[in-house]
T-cell receptor, first 114, second 115 residues
């Protein structure tokens, strides 16, 4: 079946450090890939997306590239801030029984310290 | 303002007492869904709805019911809650999950405790 695997957290970084959160997936066909962010006490917000191979999604300094050859969609940011502290979810959408279904990873908590 | 509204935000109840968590969206979205979030398990889909009167099971539907009588509302019903349904619940809506119509909007969450 379809699945998403994220690196275990929490990830603790100092402000201005480089961030990578790994995400790999298993899927049939051609899924769309997403990163969502959940700030403390809030729901999930779409951070970025990529709908086909080699697409790069970007937003708020975060980037991720859809790599079909390695089935990966790693999230990166060049210089993190304290305000980036949150839980990050990798997700994919795929067709199941004629409908689009979503599969989320388990989430990676990021803590950025001043 | 585009939003998904869930109520209540917090709920403590006893085993077996029926409850309903409401979800409403103001974006005229066709697609709505419910998730539960548990530590180490991420978000798991409970039920989803592609449009009015069209619902289907997600990955963990046991113990839950839903209905979609109006486009804007998608309530989650627990007929006989049990302690293993203690969790954080999210409602989400989108105009579609395929291609560019992919942004989902999430509610603020409902933290449910069943004792």
């Amino acid at each position: 079946g379809n699945s998403v695997t994220q690196m275990e957290g929490p990830v603790t970084l100092s402000e201005e450090a480089f961030l990578t959160i790994n995400c790999t997936y298993t899927a049939t066909g051609y899924p769309s890939l997403f990163w969502y962010v959940q700030y403390p006490g809030e729901g999930l917000q779409l951070l970025l997306k990529a709908t086909k191979a080699d697409d790069k999604g970007s937003n708020k300094g975060f980037e991720a590239t859809y790599r079909k050859e390695t089935t990966s969609f790693h999230l990166e940011k060049g210089s993190v801030q304290v305000s980036d502290s949150a839980v990050y979810f990798c997700a994919l959408t795929h067709l199941s029984g004629g409908y689009q279904k979503v599969t989320f990873g388990t989430g990676t908590k990021l803590q950025v310290i001043p | 303002e585009a939003q998904v509204t869930q109520n209540p935000r917090y709920l403590i109840t006893v085993t077996g007492k029926k409850l309903t968590v409401t979800c409403s969206q103001n974006m005229n979205h066709e697609y709505m869904s419910w998730y539960r979030q548990d530590p180490g398990l991420g978000l798991r889909q409970i039920y989803y709805s592609m449009n009015v009167e069209v619902t289907d099971k997600g990955d963990v539907p046991e113990g839950y019911k839903v209905s979609r009588k109006e486009k804007r509302n998608f309530p989650l019903i627990l007929e006989s809650p049990s302690p293993n349904q203690t969790s954080l619940y999210f409602c989400a809506s989108s105009s579609g999950w395929g291609g560019d119509r992919t942004e989902a909007f999430f509610g603020q969450g409902t933290r449910l405790t069943v004792v």
